[in-house]
């Protein structure tokens, strides 16, 4: 079970209106893999995550996703993947009615059978796995800064114990130290759960830590491979990219690290 | 995907309780565990050992789970151990362990009799200081207004007729309507009554009054509340979500006068117009009943209103028309910049502005028609 492939994006195609965002993209997620997905702003990465789960429909193509073709298949199947995967989006997209404690626990009391008060001691366990302090619990969305409500918004998705976690620039706005522990959280269970990871993101040194392998959007398709193998790509983006000044920085803080980090 | 549902089994073998756990431990296959678990007596033992060696799957609530029962069994003061199960079950039993900090609980329901009371005394110190705030506002708006008209170059030309046409023209055909049936009924209502006087005639002067001095303003203007009012909320509470108004202060442009006062006085412009239009469409709704229940042609209908209905009913509606739309224009402006940063508050202060855009303009009526009665007019 832990082998395979979670996700297979194959001739993908999306396009609103006349504008085309992806043209026969194929790209792939291997269970217990984290895939980063890089790109410049606007060249569609979010909008190849929402396809992947299901919001976008793609003008053509397959994606499967956990072994389920997402393009033909009815809502209530949709509905019962929708369990077995946790999405953060880009700016939180927390319900705004709910404390951060009512956001987390409506997963778990949609989907499981767990008790009044395990769901409360989960809900705990979550907040603080999301370094939020436990203060966080009865406060509403409006009543917290832009990087506790994305810490909040990752508690949600980590609610259900996904097999799959979407991230939309989980990192983004937030405090470096907090960042690195926010990798360091998604490696550890990754680790502990087999989780894959799909994960967009502009943060260089999380791409580093984090990912296994990293997809490019450039040109509406992916280019796919390990930092290593990508830098040697002649595309002048992904150079610029890798090879910049914020790119060799990543590279040698990941360089240190690597001999302690990979044992 | 159909794994073993999780198994558990405890045990007292001497002095030792052995809790052993199997099949699925994940959040989506635990149901009654949990109970079961916390119930656990140890019953005399010293000692427990929890045996993990026949968990398929574990996730972060059976995790939670096995380590809650060792604490709990270590609370109880026997020592406990863990056995089997692979390093990534005790890693990620140690993680959860490492996240324990129990967050604060919600906020406990306190008697309702007690509840009622603050929320009563809650709304009526903020009733209190939002009409303070709307005073203060109804000041401020006023000099800004009138600072506006004195330096017209200073009005946002585009903005203004923008509003205007979509509080106005926009407007047309629902007012329209709307006047026209309020005649019709106006007439039919008066018709019914006064036949039985044989003063038909009279019905005219019934339509005149009604829909001149009350009726057709007293519509409008909640009719343009509903419709204008909320949108300036909602237009402008969606821009302070989005930061915009303080994007604006930190550009240099007030947002009084960019926002404000274009709404205001595209308001205060349209009201009056949209009222005359509502008068004549009124009076011909009357006129068509007339017509037809009470056989009294348009040029009887006109005489008699020309002669049974003063001037002044007709003014008395238009003056009314550009205070009614300051007001609304106002308070709509006003719970958009009261809105806070979260949506939601976008919907209760639209709603909130709608209703009280309507309340003031019923008491403000209600004042006109003492002081104009008193006044004799
Ligand atoms: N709902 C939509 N309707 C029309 N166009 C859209 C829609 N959503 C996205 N787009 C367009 O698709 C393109 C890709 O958008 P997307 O949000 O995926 O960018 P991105 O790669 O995530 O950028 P960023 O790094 O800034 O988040 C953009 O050109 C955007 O204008
Ligand atoms: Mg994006």
């Not at chain 1, 789960?53 to 997402?70: K, Q, T």
């Not at chain 1, 009865?138 to 097999?163: I, T, V």
């Not at chain 2, 202060?249 to 947002?255: F, K, V, W, Y």
Request: with cysteine; glycine share 10%.
């Amino acid at each position: 079970m832990r082998n395979g492939t979670v996700i297979e994006v194959t001739g993908l195609r999306t396009q609103f209106g006349p504008q085309v965002i992806h043209e026969d993209l194929d790209f792939s997620v291997a269970r217990g893999e984290v895939m980063g997905v890089v790109g410049g702003s606007g060249t569609g990465k979010s909008v190849l995550l929402r396809s992947v789960i299901g919001l976008i429909r793609p003008a053509a193509g397959r994606i499967v996703v956990l072994g389920h073709d997402m393009t033909a298949l009815p809502a209530d199947a949709v509905r019962a993947l929708q369990r077995r995967w946790g999405v953060l989006f880009q700016d939180g997209a927390l319900f705004s009615s709910l404390t951060v404690a009512q956001n987390i626990e409506a997963p778990m009391k949609e989907h499981t059978r767990m008790s009044r008060r395990l769901r409360r001691d989960m809900i705990d366990v979550k907040i603080s796995l999301a370094g939020l302090p436990p203060e966080a619990a009865n406060k509403y969305p409006s009543e917290l800064s832009g990087g506790m409500r994305k810490r909040a918004g990752l508690a949600r998705a980590l609610a259900l114990d996904p097999e799959i976690l979407f991230l939309d620039e989980p990192t983004a706005g937030l405090d470096p130290i907090g960042a690195a522990k926010f990798d360091q959280l998604v490696r550890s269970l990754q680790r502990a759960l087999g989780l894959s990871v799909l994960v967009v993101t502009h943060d260089l040194d999380s791409l580093h830590a984090v990912c296994d392998r990293v997809s490019v959007l450039i040109d509406k398709r992916v280019k796919v491979g390990t930092i290593e193998s990508l830098m040697r790509e002649p595309d002048p983006w992904i150079q610029e990219y890798f090879r910049g000044p914020r790119g060799r920085a990543a590279q040698a803080a990941a360089g240190h690290g690597a001999g302690t980090g990979n044992g | 995907m159909a794994a073993p549902a999780p198994r558990l089994d405890a045990r007292l073998d001497g002095a030792c309780l052995v809790v052993a756990l199997g099949g699925r431990w994940t959040t989506q296959a635990i149901a009654g565990e949990d109970a079961a678990l916390a119930a656990l007596e140890p019953a005399g033992a010293m000692q427990a050992r929890i045996e993990l060696g026949e968990i398929d799957e574990l996730d972060t609530t059976g995790a939670w789970l096995v380590y809650r029962t060792a604490r709990e069994l270590r609370r109880r003061g026997l020592e406990v151990d863990l056995s089997g199960g692979d390093q990534e079950q005790r890693d990620l039993i140690d993680t959860v362990a490492a996240h324990d900090v129990p967050c604060p609980g919600p906020p406990p329901p306190v008697n309702p009799l007690v509840t009622l009371l603050l929320r009563l005394g809650k709304a009526t110190v903020e009733v209190l200081a939002e009409a303070r705030d709307l005073v203060n506002f109804l000041g401020h708006t006023t000099v800004v207004l009138l600072r506006s008209l004195a330096r017209p170059r200073s009005i946002r030309l585009t903005s203004l007729v923008s509003h205007m046409e979509q509080a106005g023209l926009n407007a047309l055909p629902i007012v329209g309507l709307m006047s026209f049936l309020i005649g019709m009924v106006l007439a039919y209502q008066g018709a019914d009554q006064l036949a039985r006087f044989g003063a038909q005639i009279f019905t005219v002067n019934l339509v005149g009054y009604g829909v001149l001095r009350e009726m057709g303003i007293l519509l409008t203007a909640i009719l343009v509340a509903g419709r204008s009012g909320s949108a300036f909320t909602a237009q402008i509470g969606t821009m302070k979500v989005n930061e915009e108004i303080d994007a604006l202060r930190t550009i240099g442009l007030d947002p009084m006068e960019v926002l404000v006062i274009p709404r205001v006085l595209a308001l205060m412009l349209t009201l009056p117009l949209l009222t005359f239009y509502a008068d004549m469409l009124g009076l011909l709704g009357g006129a068509v009943i007339a017509l037809v229940e009470l056989d009294i042609s348009f040029l009887q209908f006109a005489r008699q209103l020309s002669s049974g209905v003063t001037l002044w009913s007709f003014w008395i509606g238009i003056i009314k028309a550009p205070v009614f739309a300051f007001i609304i224009a106002m308070v709509g402006c006003f719970e958009g910049l009261m809105v806070s940063r979260s949506a939601e508050s976008v919907g209760r202060r639209t709603t909130a502005a709608v209703v009280e855009a309507i309340f003031l303009v019923i008491v403000l009526d209600a004042l006109a028609s003492i002081l104009f009665s008193n006044l004799g007019i």
